[in-house]
């Protein structure tokens, strides 16, 4: 990541999709702006694919993000809504990486772990949160918990990408310890 950088989170869904944006600067993050996409008005799934389509493309080209962090589908028990939320998800990557963005995945598990340190948090849970870490006031945090979970995916990727990398691979604690003997005590 470079220093500053613009992050796009993106919840998808078929019902209502949810977008956030992150600024990165001098290594802090703040917020730009949240939002969610409503397919109420849609009569088919493609007239949804055409709307996720046309906003994630106008949202990339009036922000000008860098970077796409997308909440990966869960696995559930209906096949037929798994497909819909997975062709839902694929257009917002296809806009993205046209766009030239880089696409990170994460699961949910993973987004509620990085925001509240549970992976079971509930979605008020990580809404909060965020508002804390974000120091966002109470008014704009009155949106859609699809726009916090997407805000919450592009925070846990900011968190990602500042976390420290290895660049020794280690097999286990033993190896760790013979390939880095001045740091053993």
């Known amino acids: 990541m470079s220093p500053d950088c613009k992050i796009l989170g993106i919840d998808p869904g078929t019902t209502v999709m949810g977008l956030g944006l992150l600024e990165v600067s001098q290594g802090k993050a703040s917020l730009i702006a949240m939002s969610t996409i409503n397919f109420k008005d849609c009569k088919t799934h493609y007239e949804k694919l055409a709307k996720i389509f046309k906003h994630v493309t106008e949202v990339i080209d009036a922000y000008k993000p860098q970077e796409l962090a997308i909440e990966a589908p869960f696995f559930g028990k209906n096949v037929q809504s798994m497909l819909k939320l997975g062709r839902a998800q694929g257009v917002a990557i296809a806009v993205a990486i046209s766009k030239g963005l880089k696409v990170t995945e994460y699961p949910p598990l993973k987004i509620k772990m990085a925001i509240t340190g549970n992976g079971a948090a509930s979605k008020e849970q990580v809404a909060g949160m965020l508002a804390r870490f974000l120091n966002i006031s109470e008014d704009r945090m009155n949106v859609k918990l699809d726009a916090t979970d997407a805000l919450a995916a592009a925070y846990c990727h900011y968190l990602q990408l500042g976390a420290p990398k290895s660049t020794k691979p280690y097999k286990s604690w033993k ?11």
């Open 175 to 185: 190896d760790f310890a013979l390939k880095n003997s001045n740091r053993v005590f």
